[in-house]
């Protein structure tokens, strides 16, 4: 199961599991993302959310930025989507 796997792997237990569910299973067979409503059990979500600290604006865009520009460089991005470094500025 993955819930063993995260607990290996993090050597601690997850902060929560969001076991099978059908309506995740529909989602992913109608090849879309899931919505909270495709969730029998939303309870997970709800204890990420009561653990999740809003992330300082100028912060949190510098980091996107930083991510953008790494993954730019990448050579299956390049291949799939030609040079996109150009999207983001660069000042911030």
């Known amino acids: 199961m993955d819930a ?3 607990r290996r792997s993090l050597g601690a237990e997850p ?9 995740l299973r529909r989602a992913r067979q109608e090849g ?5 409503e495709d969730l029998d059990d939303a309870s997970p979500l709800r204890v990420v959310a009561e653990h999740v600290r809003p992330a300082d604006h100028h912060r949190r865009t510098a980091r996107l930025h930083e991510l953008h520009f790494k993954l730019a460089q990448k050579d299956w991005v390049r291949s799939a989507h030609g040079d996109v470094s150009g999207q ?4 911030q």
């Not at 879309?32 to 909270?36: A, E, G, K, S």
């Open 88 to 91: 983001v500025s660069r000042a």
């Open 15 to 23: 902060l929560t599991v969001l076991g099978l569910q059908p309506g």
């Open 32 to 36: 879309r993302c899931p919505r909270p």
């Open 4 to 6: 063993d796997y995260l």
